[in-house]
T-cell receptor, first 115, second 113 residues
Framework: DAKTTQPTSMDCAEGRAANLPCNHS???????VYWYRQIHSQGPQYIIH???NNETNEMASLIITEDRKSSTLILPHATLRDTAVYYC????????????????FGSGTRLSIRP | GAGVSQTPSNKVTEKGKYVELRCDPI?????LYWYRQSLGQGPEFLIY????????DSGLPNDRFFAVRPEGSVSTLKIQRTERGDSAVYLC???????????FGPGTRLTVT
């Protein structure tokens, strides 16, 4: 079972920041928070991941609360091309031949960007 | 560089037939994963290869499903005696090392009639 809880759907105006929340209250100390998204009819796309500190890359920012029980993915200037299902996932840190390297996807958040 | 590629993009087969789905991972990626996605759901893990060996096949639904990666690069997912319930999009992903971020291919849409 997925270890995260996300809203089923959200919408955001084009050009505004999209803030996607995720709860992972049972996260363990050795687990990362990962975000992927899946645009219609495409494979999932890696966005960003983090352990404790906030992270930023060219696609998004990831804000993790101090207790690590929740996080927020921020798309700073949403465009119509950001319409997708966004998956928040927790995964253990790397281990040799770890069976935990698989990704367990939940249902994700369907983000709609309105013009 | 080139991403993960999967062939065919679409496959329609009759119930009871055998199918093979191919995945070409990103060059140099040692880990390869297969997932299956039914309509309206998130992808479900099937099997994971580290090099040539299947390190975790706990997601394969039954013994009709089998996958190989003989040279540690290209992988083939094989489904025997297909059933209508096998209809789904089959996704392949690869990563530089086990546990790192995974890069997905576009998937193969399998339809069993």
């Amino acid at each position: 079972d997925a270890k995260t809880t996300q809203p089923t759907s959200m919408d955001c105006a084009e050009g505004r920041a999209a803030n996607l929340p995720c709860n992972h209250s049972t996260i363990s100390g050795n687990e990362y928070v990962y975000w992927y998204r899946q645009i219609h009819s495409q494979g999932p796309q890696y966005i960003i991941h983090g352990l404790k500190n906030n992270e930023t890359n060219e696609m998004a920012s990831l804000i993790i609360t101090e207790d690590r029980k929740s996080s927020t993915l921020i798309l700073p200037h949403a465009t119509l091309r950001d319409t997708a299902v966004y998956y928040c996932i927790v995964r253990p840190t790397r281990g040799v031949y770890s069976s935990a390297s698989k990704i367990i996807f939940g249902s994700g958040t369907r983000l709609s960007i309105r013009p | 560089g080139a991403g993960v590629s999967q062939t065919p993009s679409n496959k329609v087969t009759e119930k009871g037939k055998y199918v093979e789905l191919r995945c070409d991972p990103i060059s140099g990626h040692t880990a390869l994963y297969w997932y299956r996605q039914s309509l309206g759901q998130g992808p479900e893990f099937l099997i994971y290869f580290q090099g040539t060996g299947a390190a975790d096949d706990s997601g394969l639904p039954n013994d009709r499903f089998f996958a190989v990666r003989p040279e540690g690069s290209v992988s083939t997912l094989k489904i025997q005696r297909t059933e209508r319930g096998d209809s789904a999009v089959y996704l392949c992903a690869s990563s530089f090392q086990q546990g790192r971020e995974q890069y997905f291919g576009p998937g193969t849409r399998l339809t069993v009639t």
